[in-house]
């Protein structure tokens, strides 16, 4: 798949709906949209630190917990696509400023949230708002950014706001959470929406393309998975026969049958199968599932390992996190300019090897491991090879792609990403439960009454069990990369990204 075929957006024409008179040059542009997706994929990990306090505040149960994270990445992975037609249905700009909004009010409703049903609501509703502005967000970049240098350098950025936001969020919850409350980690967003709102005068809308909302795709898509993931979390809680858990999967298997028969008979699919007939696109988005289902669930381990077992406080974790951020945003500048040289495999192949080395390394922890000798570097390699993954994955997914399809595309490297995260929680935390248990049963409800009695001898059996449940949700991990590394090789078979010739680079009138 070379620079030839891909889609380059004409220039904004002067009478253009938002176009503002005298010129503006891409880079606040650009800015605007790297903000929101800071924000949006700094929301999907800036809870994690914030989980013990939260349990505490309100109550949570141990089995709810993971669904405060959950129910995020579920309503944005499941209806990204539906908000990547929408944005083609009716302007880009127009679908990211609801979008915002929506998300927006959706954090000022969890910050507010008085226990964990309307909490775990307010993440749901967070999650459709996130559904509705990234994939208008990405697909402005590629509308607007010629192909060749220009694109790689924003995607460059794009990508290393979707890789640091994630850490961003891990240490901008612990500070929020140590120095104010758990409820700031939500209501920081509403100050921060607020200003890309007010930047978004600097995108030109997109013209808008004739169909429809594919409603019946968008509810049997996002039900499957739900099902799907409800499914996975019940078995390893009550057990895979349990009556509730097979019919979960039963509906899950239904309604993904007939979202996939909507999708080929539909005239105006969510999803439009034709988007899987390039091998090295649905290898990317192959891929992009596979490191999601690693990456998420990284964090969520991690962050309990260090408050659970070693101690840190929620600040102290948020900082712990330091290296990760900057390993993956070096990788992603380095990768950002390899790509105009190297074809994506060669980039990508080799970072989720190194990625797979990093949580190997991190599956061979104990409960009394030193930050500086064993999670620190483990971070940065793990990160580092990340880092090296996203920018081709990006860049595959979105390349060769019709103007009119440039939104739903990007939707779906997201959804990828995120359905990924979700389904790789549920996964990984029912290996990790079961290892616990199987060491320690209930390891977690004994480490809490160990720690209230002052029964240390208690506190290290049941660390040691969880530092066992946590390892092996590492090893899975790894095998999750080792998975998007395998794909890679055998799918993604594209050419470096070349400069389109006489393409000059556009600025907003």
């Known amino acids: 798949m070379s620079a030839d075929s891909t889609s380059v957006a004409a220039p904004a024409r002067p009478d253009a709906p938002g176009a503002s008179p005298g010129g503006r040059h891409l880079g606040l542009a650009l800015f605007v949209i790297a903000a929101a997706q800071l924000m949006v994929v700094l929301d999907a990990t800036i809870t994690n630190i914030a989980l013990p306090s939260i349990q505490t505040d309100l109550e949570v149960s141990d089995a709810n917990l993971a669904w ?136 030109v809308e997109a013209d808008c393309h004739p169909g429809r909302l594919d ?3 968008a509810i049997s898509g996002t039900g499957g998975l739900i099902a799907l993931v409800y499914g996975i979390t019940r078995g390893g809680e009550h057990g895979w026969t349990d009556g509730l858990t097979l ?7 239904v309604l993904l049958v007939v979202f996939l028969v909507v999708q080929a008979r539909t005239t105006h699919p ?40 070693l101690g840190y406080s929620p600040v102290k974790t948020g ?9 993956m945003a070096c990788a992603a500048g380095i990768s950002s300019k390899l790509v105009a040289h190297l074809a994506p495999r060669l980039i990508a192949g080799p970072g989720l090897l190194v990625a797979a080395a990093g949580m190997f390394w991190f599956s061979t922890l104990e409960w009394d491991s030193s930050y500086t000798t ?33 939104g739903i595309a990007s939707a779906l490297l997201n959804t990828a990403q995120q359905i990924g995260g979700a389904l790789g929680l549920a996964v990984l935390s029912t290996i990790s439960t079961s290892a616990a248990d199987d060491k320690l049963p209930e390891a977690a409800a ?18 040691e069990a969880l530092t066992h449940g946590y390892t092996m ?37």
């Open 68 to 203: 405060i994270v959950n129910s995020y990445a579920l309503a944005f992975g499941g209806l990204l696509l539906l908000g990547g037609r929408a944005g083609d249905l009716f302007g880009r700009r127009r679908m990211f400023r609801v979008g915002i909004v929506v998300f927006a009010l959706a954090s000022l409703l969890g910050g507010l949230a008085p226990n964990e049903g309307l909490l775990i609501g307010a993440r749901v509703l967070q999650g459709v708002g996130a559904a509705i502005a990234a994939p208008s967000a990405l697909a402005l970049i590629t509308t607007t950014f010629p192909a060749g240098k220009p694109r790689n350098t924003a995607m460059g950025v794009y990508a290393a706001m979707g890789g640091v936001g994630a850490t961003v969020g891990l240490l901008l919850g612990g500070v929020l959470t140590d120095v104010l409350d758990w409820r700031w980690v939500f209501f920081v967003n509403v100050p921060i929406g607020l200003a890309v709102l007010a930047g978004t005068k600097t995108l």
């Open 215 to 217: 409603i019946p795709g």
């Open 247 to 253: 019919a979960s999967f039963a509906a899950a298997a």
């Open 270 to 309: 969510m999803m439009p199968l034709r988007l899987f007939t390039d091998r090295s696109r649905w290898g990317s988005y192959a891929t992009m599932l596979c490191i999601g289902s690693g990456m998420f669930a990284t964090f969520y381990f991690l962050t309990l390992y260090m408050q659970l077992i």
């Open 319 to 327: 900082f712990a996190y330091l290296p990760f951020s900057i390993g």
């Open 374 to 406: 064993h999670l620190m570097p483990a971070m940065f390699v793990t990160a580092l090879g990340l880092g090296m993954s996203f920018v081709p994955m990006t860049l595959g997914a979105v390349s060769g792609v019709a103007h009119q399809d440039t």
């Open 446 to 463: 004994t480490l809490y009454r160990g720690l209230a009695t002052k029964d240390f001898a208690l506190v290290a059996r049941a660390g």
């Open 473 to 509: 949700a590492f090893a899975a991990a790894a095998c999750m990369f080792l998975a998007g590394l395998t794909v890679t090789a055998l799918a993604i078979n594209a050419k470096q990204q070349q400069p389109t010739e006489g393409t000059a680079p556009a600025h907003i009138d």
